[in-house]
């Protein structure tokens, strides 16, 4: 399936069907992130009710006054959990890219077992871990939050079985790097733009994602996410009717041997001829192996033709170096 030329795969069968149908679905999603390093996926099983009452809670939340979203700050942890202000953060210095801060704020949420080593398979208890804090308001969003990140970590969990089997490896290949994974809950909002961009400032530069898979579900809002071609074509990625959007970040590109590619891509602002709210939300999980992860090419993604492009990283090291090159300034308190 495509939308506008957009790759669409129904994953519902590799959670419900037999050997063949989950190879067939892992072939097709295979493919997708081979040609494009982007796909949508429906048929996920994330209840949509679940969706939209989180994005509901996270609206509200951003409407809140900035003094309130500021107290949510956590000194020295600002990328991976807490508020994100705006003004701090531009993701394309990972590309040693010269440009103004990018114009979004963010509400982070770490998974909390990877916070207290527990195996993917132990149930959680509402309020467990010190790291993440949360708001007071909203009532309910912490509840929400909770729920909504089971929900898409389970789907999260399933992205590297089908990645197993997409690149001709047992279908339990990546269980040992995933027992206690990386999982980043994000949630952003481009507020509508009062006052014009500064030059060259977007909504997030251009920049490649670091880690694992990124899981993405984005509204249709004025000013979305783009895509980058071989050629160097940006191209705007649809807003795919209750699908999330995947794609590779650099780990897996590396563990592949570039086989899937890690697409460049961008949050670009809205036309300034447009009337009315262009607050876009986005919420994304960013997903990776176990921190200590050794990451080295594949056994399938290398031959005579296909020499060894990386040489092995740590996981978490090499996602940590990331985030503090995007982090252009500490988020400041006493101006509020």
Same mark, same amino acid.
């Given at each position: ?5 957009f790759?669409i795969v129904?994953v519902a ?5 037999d ?5 067939a679905?892992?072939?097709?999603f295979?493919?997708? $992130?081979?040609?494009?390093g982007f796909?949508? #996926?429906v ?10 009452a989180t994005?509901d809670a ?8 900035l003094?309130?979203k500021?107290?949510?700050? #956590? ?7 807490g508020?994100?202000p ?6 394309a210095?990972?590309?040693d890219?010269d440009?103004p ?6 509400l982070?949420?770490?998974?909390l ?11 959680? @208890? ?13 009532q309910?969003l912490h ?7 089971e929900?898409?970590?389970?789907l999260?969990?399933? $992205?590297? @079985?089908?990645?197993a ?7 339990d290949?990546?269980?040992?790097y995933?027992t ?10 481009y ?13 997030y ?10 899981i993405?579900?984005?509204?249709a809002?004025p000013?979305?996410?783009q895509?980058c ?9 649809p &807003? ?11 780990l897996? &590109? ?16 809205p036309s ?10 986005s919420m994304? $999980?960013f997903?990776?192996?176990?921190d200590?992860?050794? #990451? ?15 040489p092995?990283?740590r ?5 940590? &170096? ?7 300034a ?6 509020v």
């Amino acid at each position: 399936m495509e939308q506008d030329g957009f790759p669409i795969v129904d994953v519902a069968a590799f959670a419900t069907g037999d050997a063949a149908a989950r190879a067939a679905v892992a072939r097709e999603f295979g493919r997708a $992130l081979e040609t494009t390093g982007f796909v949508a #996926i429906v048929g996920h099983g994330v209840p949509e009710a679940d969706i939209q009452a989180t994005y509901d809670a996270m609206k509200a939340f951003f409407a809140l006054p900035l003094a309130d979203k500021m107290s949510l700050v #956590i000194a020295g942890r600002a990328k991976t959990c807490g508020y994100l202000p705006i003004g701090v953060e531009s993701v394309a210095a990972t590309l040693d890219a010269d440009q103004p801060p990018d114009l979004c704020e963010a509400l982070v949420f770490q998974s909390l077992r990877r916070e207290l080593n527990l195996p993917k398979d132990t149930p959680l @208890r509402p309020g467990e871990g010190a790291r993440n804090v949360w708001p007071e308001q909203p009532q309910g969003l912490h509840e929400l939050v909770m729920r909504y990140f089971e929900s898409v970590e389970r789907l999260a969990l399933m $992205l590297p @079985r089908m990645m197993a089997l997409a690149l001709d490896l047992p279908e339990d290949f990546f269980a040992p790097y995933y027992t206690v994974p990386a999982l980043t809950l994000r949630f952003v909002n481009y507020p509508d733009q009062i006052d014009p961009p500064a030059p060259g400032q977007l909504r997030y530069g251009a920049h490649h994602d670091y880690g694992g898979f990124t899981i993405l579900r984005q509204d249709a809002a004025p000013g979305g996410l783009q895509i980058c071609s071989k050629s160097g074509v940006w191209r705007d990625v649809p &807003a795919v009717p209750e699908a999330f959007i995947i794609n590779v970040a650099e780990l897996i &590109a590396r563990w592949t041997n570039e086989r899937w590619k890690s697409t460049l891509h961008r949050v670009v602002n809205p036309s300034r001829a447009l009337t009315g709210s262009t607050q876009r939300l986005s919420m994304v $999980l960013f997903t990776g192996p176990n921190d200590d992860a050794e #990451i080295t090419c594949l056994p399938t993604c290398t031959d005579a033709a296909h020499p060894v492009l990386y040489p092995p990283v740590r996981a978490g090291a090499f996602v940590r &170096a990331k985030l503090n090159k995007s982090m252009v300034a500490p988020p400041v308190l006493e101006d509020v």
